[in-house]
């Protein structure tokens, strides 16, 4: 299990950019692939993107490839979404999260079980 708190969401014009940062706590954060998930009102939480456990890898949803960049700092114990030219279908509550265990490699929602928070992201028109 992780410890995950979720910060940088706000209220941004389509085209912007938002930077989201999570921030964990236990040292076995560095042995963890991490991703970022969101979830828009009346809809299924949904893939944004994951990072292999040493920063590597990156994976994307297709929604967002091209836009969005997710990297990590193991010995700062956090992970970035940064998000570029976005629009209004990206407004949602972003989630930070960590799967069932170490070095596990997943875009599923179900196999993540440490999730932060969450940090409400909006675009406006």
């Known amino acids: 299990q992780v410890t995950l708190v979720e910060s940088g969401g706000g209220l941004v014009q389509e085209g912007g950019s938002l930077r989201l940062s999570c921030a964990a706590s236990?040292?076995?954060?560095?042995?963890?692939?991490m991703a970022w998930f969101r979830q828009a009102p009346g809809k299924e939480r949904e893939f944004v993107a994951g990072i292999s456990w040493n920063g590597i890898i990156p994976y994307y949803g297709d929604s967002v490839k091209d836009r969005f960049t997710i990297s990590r700092d193991n010995a700062k114990k956090m992970v970035y979404l940064q998000m570029n030219n976005l629009n209004v279908e990206d407004t949602a509550i972003y989630y930070c999260?960590?799967?069932?265990?170490?070095?596990?490699?997943?875009?599923?929602?179900?196999?993540?079980?440490?999730w932060g928070q969450g940090t409400q992201v909006t675009v406006s028109s």
């Open positions: 236990e040292d076995t954060f560095s042995t963890y692939v």
């Open positions: 999260a960590a799967p069932v265990r170490p070095n596990f490699y997943s875009d599923s929602a179900s196999e993540f079980t440490s």
